[in-house]
């Protein structure tokens, strides 16, 4: 992909009146605030932490999102520099308000924009697209500068260049489960509203201190069942068999372990099971293994099970711990595409066999949540089950470290432990 260096060339003023003062100025970085949200076949267009490059398609769109306290007028700049051409026209919207600017190479690197009425607080979405150019491209965008009195009572967005990777996947949110002692099993079902499975969601429902297993939307056409876990500190996890069709490898990055995943086309709007166990060997070690349900098999009778794979976690030996939900975006390019999990009908089963249902869960949200680089996550509890939200740059957001309770179903899961495939 071709990027232009960032030259210190500028931009001219246009048609536009009321523009962000020297005294009231915020300047928004485009590197951990904007996304591009419409694209043409080449995608060269790119956000990288020094903003917008190879911005060389009018029919690409990059949105730039940030959250005022209050309304009022908006006045917005562009800081950059044109590269690739002398003159290029531009449009900046906000909803159906638009002016278009002239960026020139002679010209000073802050372009006044205009003035927008913003009707309320919450988050704000700046539009960008380019309309005509000499040149290869229609400029290169490090910032927007904006003021004005919805800004006056203060206004949120990225600021941490450390971390723009983290604030364009979004906030990743999480329910905790107290589990009784000696947990050898945890069951719950995972149900994605329509519409609210965007690529790059993974939808995480059974989770404990050594690993996670959950379901994921990896690209257009394939979606995955994924089960991990991690290495011990002192030694590495090791596949003890897995299921038909699963595959494994290991896995880096955040940790290292081992990672197992059938390739399965869940559905947005169907409820699927989550069952893992937590198993002392006799010698020292922890065997995890996990099976993953549907509501109803091949045949239209009955529920299937599909066995994931059992790990073998070293030097320690325990049953379930830690037990955990979340959900997260793990795509940067696309953390302004909202999404939401329903996770219900949590149970608990010791070693001995006793059932336990689980109807309370500790909500929290992660440090791009907690450190205010994005304020759109949410939690709770409706329609008798627990949720998670993120992304999607909504205005209600939940605060996080709270208890939600959802009410008892009473009824144990019909899951025949001893039969397990």
Not at 31 to 42: H, P, V
Not at 142 to 149: A, C, E, P, V
Not at 394 to 400: G, L, M
Request: aromatic share 12%.
């Amino acid at each position: 992909m071709r990027h232009h260096a960032l030259r210190v060339l500028a931009l001219a003023t246009l048609l536009a009146s009321g523009c962000a003062t020297a005294q009231s100025v915020t300047t928004v970085p485009l590197g951990g605030n904007a996304f591009i949200t419409q694209t043409s076949k080449a995608q060269d267009e790119v956000i990288s932490d020094t903003g917008l490059h190879n911005w060389d398609s009018s029919k690409a769109v990059v949105s730039v999102y940030f959250d005022v306290q209050q309304a009022g007028t908006l006045d917005v700049s562009l800081v950059g520099a044109l590269n690739g051409a002398s003159h290029s026209k531009v449009q900046v919207s906000v909803g159906r308000q638009s002016y278009l600017v002239d960026l020139s190479s002679t010209g000073a690197p802050v372009t006044p924009v205009g003035s927008f009425t913003i009707d309320k607080p919450g988050y704000v979405k700046v539009d960008l697209q380019g309309i005509q150019t000499d040149g290869g491209y229609f400029g290169d965008i490090t910032d927007l500068q904006i003021g004005g009195s919805a800004t006056q009572a203060g206004t949120t967005f990225a600021n941490d260049p450390d971390n723009f990777y983290w604030s364009r996947r979004g906030p990743s949110v999480h329910l905790g489960f107290n589990v009784p002692a000696n947990t050898e099993y945890f069951y719950s079902e995972v149900t994605v509203p329509k519409g609210q499975d965007p690529i790059g969601s993974y939808y995480m429902a059974n989770g404990f201190s050594t690993g996670y297993f959950g379901m994921q939307v990896n690209s257009a056409t394939e979606r995955w069942v994924l089960f991990s876990v991690w290495d011990a500190p002192d030694a590495s996890t090791t596949l003890v068999r897995q299921g038909p069709d699963v595959i494994v490898n290991g896995f880096g990055g955040e940790g290292t372990g081992g990672q197992s995943h059938l390739i399965f086309p869940w559905k947005a709007g169907e409820t699927y099971r989550f069952l893992t166990r937590a198993q002392p060997d006799g010698q020292g070690n922890t065997l995890f293994s996990a099976w993953f349900g549907t509501e109803r098999g091949k045949s239209g009778k009955g529920k299937d099970w599909h066995f994931i794979a059992t790990w073998k976690y070293p030097n320690t030996a325990t049953y379930m711990r830690g037990v955990y939900s979340f959900l997260e975006s793990f795509d940067p390019d696309r953390g302004y595409i909202g999404r939401e999990g329903r996770f219900a009908n949590q149970w608990a089963v010791s070693n001995t066999g006793q059932w336990t249902e689980v109807t309370s869960a500790w909500y929290d949200v992660d440090p791009t949540g907690l450190n205010r680089q994005r304020l759109d996550f949410a939690g709770g509890s409706k329609d008798g089950q627990f949720y998670l939200r993120n992304d999607g740059f909504f205005s209600q957001s939940v605060s996080s470290g709270q208890t939600f309770t959802r009410p008892a179903s009473g009824k144990q899961p019909d899951v025949d432990l001893g039969n397990l495939p």
